[in-house]
Nanobody
Framework: QVRLEESGGGLVQAGGSLRLSCSAS?????MGWFRQAPGKEREFVCG????????DYADSVRGRFTVTGDYAKTTVYLQMDSLKPEDTAVYYC????????????????????WGQGTQVTVSL
C-alpha cells in the first residue's frame, strides 16, 4: 500500500499560477495528475515516468502546465500557469507502483494508488 500526500491547491485569479505537489510513501514508476470538475468525469491531466523523466499532457493543458518528478524523493510537482476558470476542479495525484512502465498511463486503470485530492479554483 502506497500512501499519497497532496498539497498546494487553492483559489487563484484567471491568468495566475499554482503549484501542486504529491509525495508517495513507497516506490513509484510513474506519477500522474487527474482532475474532476463538478458533474464531469475524472480526466487525465499529465504524468511523468520517474526513471526517464518522460512526460505526457492532455491537450487542454499542454503549454500551460508542467509536470516534474523527483525520483529520489518519490515526489511529483505540477506547475500550473495561465490558469483558466475551466481548470477549476479537484486535482488527484496517482501513482504506478505495482508494475514497471516506460510510458505515462493516461487512463485511470493504469494507476495503482490515488490521493485524496486537492481543490483548485480559478476565478474570473
Amino acid at each position: 500500500q502506497v500512501r499519497l500526500e497532496e498539497s498546494g491547491g487553492g483559489l487563484v485569479q484567471a491568468g495566475g499560477s499554482l503549484r501542486l505537489s504529491c509525495s508517495a510513501s513507497g516506490r513509484t514508476y510513474a506519477m500522474g495528475w487527474f482532475r474532476q470538475a463538478p458533474g464531469k468525469e475524472r480526466e487525465f491531466v499529465c504524468g511523468v515516468v520517474q526513471s526517464t523523466g518522460g512526460t505526457d499532457y492532455a491537450d487542454s493543458v499542454r503549454g500551460r502546465f508542467t509536470v516534474t518528478g523527483d525520483y529520489a524523493k518519490t515526489t511529483v510537482y505540477l506547475q500550473m500557469d495561465s490558469l483558466k476558470p475551466e481548470d477549476t476542479a479537484v486535482y488527484y495525484c496517482a501513482v504506478v507502483s505495482e508494475y514497471a512502465t516506460l510510458l505515462v498511463p493516461t487512463s485511470r486503470d493504469g494507476y495503482d494508488y490515488w490521493g485524496q485530492g486537492t481543490q483548485v479554483t480559478v476565478s474570473l
